[in-house]
């Protein structure tokens, strides 16, 4: 599973050209999802992709600028809501670095509540049996053996 | 009691809730053992323990007087849901817009 969302790309386009795409809302709405996106620090947007089957989610990603840097970096909170009316937090940062031929961008999308709880997953993956396993011998041998399966 | 329903974030944005699962990370544990591992009283141990079992973070089992209480994976579930989500939806975005930045390239 995705331990922590981040993607890089290259793109052979001049870092001007990713910046625009990255920050201009009529370009962001041809790629990611219509928007009133301003790249000014603590403007508010939104994006709304609608409910997603299976998730807990109102429709809405709620987001803030947080930080420009033109033709560098670029950054806004991406928050979301539950049906419940509660609100997940997380961070969107943007880094261009010009090439010589294009322009590499990187996305991290990260600052999630859970991502604290990170280690745990993964210590779960072998662990989550062995402690299974473990309880289950001081039960019967049917549930030892569907925590071994 | 009202037991309110909250999703996996919620849960653990709580410290103690987190800590409670960092516990159980390591081993299975008697109710009993985990409020050792607090300063708050026994029933709030308790309360936070619900929190988990309700969420399907935790699974609780009785083995003789002792009730031991376990990771279960399905609470985590919601939260795998939303990175692999997350995930995804980026790398279909990004690809799009490598799309949109080669035919500006082209016609440049």
Not at chain 2, 74 to 103: M, P, R, S, T, V
């Amino acid at each position: 599973m995705a331990k922590i969302i981040q993607h890089q790309i290259f793109y052979p386009n001049p870092v001007t050209d990713v910046w625009e795409y990255l920050t201009v809302s009529e370009l962001i709405a041809q790629w990611l999802m219509p928007t009133d996106f301003k790249p000014v620090v603590g403007h508010e947007f939104q994006f709304k992709p609608g409910c997603m089957d299976g998730c807990d989610f109102d429709g809405t990603f709620y987001c803030k600028v947080l930080e420009v840097t033109p033709y560098k970096t670029l950054s806004y909170s991406w928050n979301f809501k539950s049906l419940s009316g509660k609100l997940n937090t997380s961070v969107v940062n943007w880094t261009l670095t010009e090439k010589d031929n294009g322009t590499e961008l990187l996305l991290v999308h990260r600052g999630f509540e859970g991502e604290q709880m990170l280690p745990i997953f993964n210590l779960m993956n072998p662990g989550w049996a062995h402690h299974m396993t473990k309880l289950s011998e001081a039960l019967n041998p049917e549930t030892s053996l569907t925590a071994n399966a | 009691m009202e037991q309110q329903r909250l999703d996996a974030f919620q849960v653990i944005a709580d410290p103690s809730r987190r800590q409670i699962l960092y516990l159980l990370s390591k081993d299975s544990l008697t109710i009993n053992a985990l409020a050792e591992n607090f300063d708050m009283s026994r029933p709030a141990v308790s309360k936070h323990i619900k929190v988990l079992q309700t969420s399907g973070f935790i699974s609780i089992e009785d083995v003789g007087r002792e009730r031991y209480c376990s990771l279960q994976q399905d609470g985590f579930k919601d939260l795998q849901k939303w990175l692999e989500y997350y995930d995804a939806f980026w790398a279909n975005k990004l690809q799009k817009l490598g799309n949109l930045l080669n035919e500006k390239a082209k016609k440049e």
